[in-house]
């Protein structure tokens, strides 16, 4: 999840194993160590754009990387604490506020490492969007309080309440995933790799994206907090194939590798931009749900490949696409194309 959150999770974890007098010491130390993983966001090359996002959420985000990580956190932090907690507590401290960085960034969509070195599968569960102010303000609120009273219970009861409301996100995407089994059955089409993610912020409007006979499909559904069921339809583009997009190109070379490399980041929901000449985007990703423009994507040039891929986003917060997304959060079909589901 975002930064701030990690930091929260760790804070308020130390927190409910605090002593109290030594709490705003340990807070302090949660919430360095939970924000510690994310610097693995500074590793980066001028020469290959692709090799920041194959490292962000890696090794760092691994369960086996939790002792040294807290080590780590634990060392930076002893010559400023060293008078105000033994090196043990420091670091167990530290361990807690770092060991649930990895996970927490599992339950997004953008996908972590968390078994590596066994396996460099990214772990993506889906279940809460990269930032979710509500989840982000019970730690926050829990952090705060935790501070000022002395209970340690005000602590446990934020992560029990973080918790529950990570049930609640479970609970509306299974209802997401639903519709959209009802979706795809009415267009007599058999998902090979499907995707039902959160849109940012909520846990109302969620993205499909789903892979049939070539092409890649793209909806958006909205699963009210009662019955009610929205379904938003969108749009498909043909996935990416490099032996039939690209057959000139040879595998041996670096803009083919490139493109293998993405392939593996983007879980193989690859295709060009219908909009944008030559750049393969990310279809997990958009600014509207329902859209087949990709939030980011690498840049390539066939004539040049023995040259590494630019890696872009391409960002549009105008104010229509703020007005269709509230329109699609509220459920508006007045205003944008939907139907309600069976």
Not at 120 to 131: C, D, F, H, K, P
């Amino acid at each position: 999840m975002d930064i701030l959150t990690q930091g929260l999770l760790g804070g308020v974890l130390v927190q409910s194993i605090a002593r109290k007098g030594e709490k705003k010491v340990a807070t302090l130390a949660g919430l360095f160590a939970g924000l510690l993983a994310d610097l693995d966001i500074l590793i980066h090359s001028a020469d290959d754009p692709l090799l920041n996002i194959e490292f962000h959420r890696h090794f760092t985000h691994s369960l086996l990387f939790i002792p040294p990580g807290g080590a780590i956190a634990a060392l930076i932090l002893w010559p400023l604490l060293r008078r105000h907690l033994s090196l043990k507590r420091l670091y167990l401290f530290c361990l807690a506020g770092f060991s649930l960085s990895g996970v927490l960034d599992a339950l997004t969509s953008y996908g972590t490492m968390l078994f590596w070195p066994f396996s460099e599968q990214r772990v993506a569960l889906n279940l809460i969007a990269i930032v979710d102010p509500v989840f982000t303000l019970i730690l926050l609120l829990g952090l705060l309080l935790g501070l000022r009273l002395p209970e340690r219970r005000l602590a446990l009861g934020a992560l029990i309440l973080g918790a529950g409301y990570l049930g609640f996100a479970g609970v509306q995407q299974q209802r997401a995933q639903n519709v959209m089994a009802e979706v795809t059955a009415a267009r007599s089409h058999v998902p090979q790799r499907q995707v039902v993610k959160p849109t940012m912020g909520n846990l109302l409007l969620w993205r499909s994206v789903y892979v049939h006979d070539g092409r890649i499909y793209v909806d958006a559904v909205r699963v009210g907090l009662l019955a009610d069921r929205l379904i938003f339809p969108g749009d498909s583009v043909a996935r990416f194939i490099q032996h039939r997009d690209l057959p000139q190109l040879e595998p041996q070379t670096t803009l083919a590798g490139d493109i293998r490399r993405f392939e593996r980041f983007s879980d193989g929901f690859v295709a060009f931009d219908p909009q944008q000449e030559n750049v393969l985007g990310d279809m997990r990703y958009s600014m509207l749900p329902n859209s087949v423009r990709p939030l980011w994507g690498i840049v390539i040039d066939p004539k040049q490949p023995q040259q590494h891929v630019d890696y872009r986003f391409f960002r549009d917060s105008s104010a229509g696409v703020r007005h269709t997304f509230i329109n699609m959060l509220l459920g508006r079909c007045d205003e944008v194309d939907c139907y309600r589901a069976d």
